[in-house]
């Protein structure tokens, strides 16, 4: 035997399934894999895995209601405490609320989808080892599975600003919408949004228990320092400025700065932190999408670097067919 | 001599026949070894007692900002504190008990409930004694912290009835949570997904940041129903005293009647639910079925 390997011409293609190449023999490129079209796949197949997992316990109707439930009733508990102490809600405000509270629903769903589909996989359904020695790559079937949730929490987001602006009276004109500044900050935001949730989902990996809250103690904290339903301003210093490192409090300002221009800011205003340094009311668009562009860069790069340095260590260590009962 | 010791009988139906004093001990003890795990894992697993008050503080600052940026008066900070710390006793009904035997069955236990010598009811009933110590913690400190931190005033001129409103809101929750065990059970995965509609839609209706006669016909449904809207209503009639309120929420002495009419159907509710899960289990065998 001569132990060599033939390898085929590079445009001979991959045969689907599990079939042998036209030629005989073994094809490494099936082995090493991960090229584009692996990625997509694979991300592809997760979606629908993710999507099927949350979607099929029940009919589409009952689907529907569980998804725009949850983020509709935060917006209306705020919508209530608006009017009770405003005495009929200002207009201005009920945008800035019912805006915040809907980009938070997709922020919650993001954070949530990617960690939870760690946990489902380990200590529930205890496929995560199965998983990972499949031939795609990892991340890529973990962003899979974590875009469902997303989709299902952008949805009840979607269902949420319709419902203010159709029944609660948020004032909305299309035609002064900025729609370049919407679309690079829902980019941008969104790309930030899927960074943390990939830095969370490595921290599940090494942990154990109670991680199932971790992404809601999360959430729990970037909401109180992201300008979601309140403006900084009402927060000590040193914690708006905390705020302001994170790419969601540049989004939120993004999207509300785009979608409703000339309302009130989260960022600025009398007795803000950025007010106080600056001496600008508000942040201006230019400085939205640059303030943005590098938090979410950061965060991206940070979470890269976690999730390598937690994925090496799961294996290390065994964690990743290690369930805790949790 | 111990209830447990070996005797010699005739015949397995004999040996199976308890006397009623072997029956409530072994209750007894099943109602001591399901509350264990809880309160031992209080100590144990740190983690948790961080997570179970961080969570809940946290969301009650944010609303607390909210009111602040609103220049609301003082009391309705004092709402919100309040309601947050009650926040611990729902979110532990229905993760900790309305979810509880559908987490058993995924992880193979509930058949050997099911298989035990015991009464179901006594392994709820350990579970909401264990799961109240346990929230109860975490609402103290939540209540502390925010007060403290936040400045509440409290106005109490009735604390009798204040304790007695907080007690029963507990009865009548956990009998809540125990009726859920068994239908969660029963609507599988979908049970899991019913926790998510338990939770901001529950506090919107309930009134959880703010009076919730302000909700009108939904408002008085919830008074109805659901036992953290009536026990908060009355709490915070009783614990904020000249502090206006909404018109057209009963006075706190009816809520309190309210909250026992609602304990005493709640427990009878869960223990026939659970003898007719009881039967469907022997009879159908699905029970063991894990993931569904």
């Known amino acids: 035997m001569s132990g060599d390997v033939t390898v085929p011409a590079v445009d001979e293609p ?26 997509w796949q694979g991300f592809r197949t997760a979606a629908v895995l993710g999507w099927q997992t949350e979607g099929n316990w029940t009919d589409p109707v009952l689907f529907f209601i569980y998804s725009v439930a949850k983020p509709l009733s935060a917006a209306l508990i705020l919508v209530v405490m608006l009017d009770i102490i405003s005495g009929g809600a200002d207009p201005a405000y009920l945008a800035f609320v019912v805006v915040g509270t809907a980009l938070w ?31 795609s790559d990892f991340l890529v079937l973990l962003l899979g599975r974590g875009v469902a949730r997303l989709a299902v929490g952008a949805m009840g987001g979607l269902i949420t600003i319709a419902v203010g602006i159709l029944w609660l009276g948020v004032p909305f004109d299309p035609a002064v919408i900025d729609w370049p500044l919407l679309m690079a900050v829902a980019v941008l935001g969104l790309g930030a949004l899927v960074a943390i949730a990939v830095l969370l989902a490595a921290i599940c990996l090494q942990t154990r228990q109670e991680s199932w809250s ?51 800011s989260s960022i600025g205003g009398p007795g803000s932190f950025w007010t106080a340094t600056t001496g600008t009311q508000a942040p201006d668009p230019a400085t939205i999408l640059l303030a ?15 999730f390598r340095v937690s994925e090496r260590r799961a294996k290390d260590r065994g964690l990743l067919d290690q369930t805790t009962g949790s | 001599m111990s209830v447990y010791e070996f005797r010699h009988t005739a015949s397995p139906q004999e040996a199976a026949d308890w006397t009623p004093r072997q029956q409530l001990l072994t209750d007894l003890r099943s109602v001591g070894g399901r509350a264990y795990p809880r309160v031992t894992g209080l100590f144990r697993e740190k983690s948790w007692v961080a997570f179970e008050i961080l969570l809940p503080f946290l969301a009650t600052s944010a609303f607390v900002f909210v009111y602040r940026a609103l220049q609301a008066p003082p009391e309705y900070i004092g ?58 913690t975490r609402a103290v ?65 309930s009134g959880l940041n703010f009076p919730v006669g302000r909700l009108g016909l939904i408002g008085a449904l919830a008074l109805a129903t659901i036992p953290l809207a009536v026990g908060l209503d009355a709490m915070r009639q009783l614990a904020f005293v000249g502090a206006e309120f909404p018109i057209g929420t009963p006075p706190p002495a009816v809520e309190a009647l309210i909250l026992v009419v609602m304990t005493v159907v709640f427990l009878f509710a869960a223990r ?18 894990r993931w569904q």
């Open chain 1, 14 to 39: 991959i045969p689907a399934g599990l079939a042998s190449p036209t030629w005989g023999g073994f094809d490494p490129r099936r082995a090493r894999g991960q090229d584009l079209r692996d990625h």
């Open chain 1, 105 to 135: 629903a997709i922020v919650l769903a993001g954070i949530t989808g990617l960690a939870w589909s760690v946990l489902d996989d380990r200590e529930r359904y205890r496929m995560l080892k199965y998983v990972y020695v499949s031939p």
């Open chain 1, 214 to 264: 971790y992404p809601e103690a999360l959430a729990g904290a970037l909401f109180l320092v992201s300008g979601v339903v309140f403006p900084l301003s009402v927060l000590p210093g040193p914690v708006q400025a905390l705020g302001l490192l994170t790419p969601l409090t540049w989004w939120i300002e993004g999207v509300r700065h785009a979608v409703f221009p000339g309302g009130p």
């Open chain 1, 292 to 306: 943005l562009l590098a938090t979410g860069a950061l965060v991206t790069l940070a979470a890269t670097g976690v």
């Open chain 2, 79 to 136: 709402f919100v504190v309040l309601g947050g710390a009650m926040t611990a006793f729902w979110l532990n009904v229905i993760w900790m008990m309305a979810s509880q035997l559908w987490w058993e069955k995924s992880q193979g236990n509930l058949e050997l409930y099911f298989a035990a010598p015991m009464s179901i009811m006594s392994v709820l009933f350990g579970m909401a004694f264990g799961g109240m110590v346990m929230s109860s």
């Open chain 2, 141 to 205: 400190v939540v209540l502390a912290i925010a007060s403290v931190a936040f400045g509440v005033q409290f106005a109490i001129e009735q604390w009798a009835l204040l304790l007695a409103v907080f007690f029963l809101t507990l009865a009548a929750l956990y009998g809540l949570g125990m009726m859920l065990a068994s239908l969660f059970l029963m609507w599988g995965r979908e049970a899991f997904h019913l926790t998510q509609l338990f939770m901001e839609p529950v506090y919107f209706v």
């Open chain 2, 272 to 289: 026939f639910m659970l003898r007719t899960l009881e039967r469907m289990a022997r009879k159908e065998g699905r029970l063991s079925v």
